[in-house]
């Protein structure tokens, strides 16, 4: 008898602290990030943004990252995330069919560039077919970006898919691969890359919140990321971002780039 009570206890025990575990977790907000960063990176690059929101809104803030786009895309579609920071298609793409609400944006714009190395002395997009080119895989940006540059399905470059813009650009460095699509704004980091091909610009990635969200918890978030200049966590935030300010943006701000996702499997 004892033996069933002690047995029952244990039971009771371990109901209330998964039950508490449960009740902790659901307290926290996901911030999730896709701007073609490894892991490792992401971690570095987001804890101060992570600490900030978490000074912000008085809840924990747990970073999501995936492996690579793809696995991305799959738990985005789920509606898995609070806090999103993306490209602009899928910032678009949440705005308009899974209810999130877009509160600021990096600054400045987006463009890709189809970039190779200066010795193999590429000028023209059409050199570059049937040849490899490093870039993250579709439904990425510069992927959706040389799919419209090479429509003929037959007449593309073989694609070397990478996790991390880095390592598309060092691929083309290290002429592994004849180019590399690669954020218009790395191109400074890597001389020996010339620029074949330059995509339109874009809005540059956007910062959406989940309706899961409370419109008052919402609204914390927005004013804390378009005023973090005016603190020293929210300045240390920014400094680690590399950028001077956050931008006010709205869903209209990336009204029909959602449309730039068609023929992704899923869209």
């Keep these: ?85 993306d490209a602009p298609p899928f910032t678009a793409y949440r705005a308009a069919r899974m209810d999130y609400t877009v509160v600021a944006k990096l600054p400045d714009v987006l463009s890709f560039t189809l970039a190779s190395h200066v010795d193999f002395g590429i000028l023209d997009p059409s050199e570059l077919i049937g040849r490899r080119v490093a870039s993250q895989p579709s439904p990425a940006l510069g992927a959706l970006g040389l799919i419209n540059l090479f429509p003929d399905s037959v007449r593309q470059p073989h694609i070397v898919p990478v996790d991390t813009h880095v390592e598309a650009a060092q691929s083309a460095v290290d002429k592994r ?38 419109p008052d ?11 973090a200049q005016n603190s020293p966590t929210g300045r240390a935030m920014l400094e680690a971002l590399n950028v001077p300010n956050l931008e006010e943006a709205a869903n209209d701000t990336y009204l029909g780039l959602e449309t730039m996702l068609e023929g992704v499997w899923g869209y």
């Design 1 to 85: 008898m004892p033996s069933r009570l002690i047995a029952t206890s244990l039971r009771s025990m371990l109901l209330f602290f998964l039950l508490a575990g449960s009740a902790v977790k659901s307290d926290e907000l996901t911030l999730a990030v896709a701007l073609g960063l490894s892991q490792q990176q992401a971690a570095q690059t987001y804890q101060p943004l992570i600490a900030y929101l978490a000074q912000a809104t008085g809840r924990d803030i747990r970073l999501e990252t995936s492996v690579n786009i793809l696995a991305h895309w799959q738990l985005m579609r789920r509606e898995a995330y609070d806090i999103v920071i």
């Design 177 to 214: 691969t004849v180019g590399a699509m690669l954020p218009t704004s790395l191109m400074a980091n890597f001389p020996d890359l010339v620029p074949v091909y330059t995509t339109e610009q874009l809005p540059a990635p956007g910062i959406s919140v989940s309706s899961r969200v409370s």
């Design 217 to 227: 918890q919402r609204e914390r978030i927005r004013q804390a990321l378009l005023n």
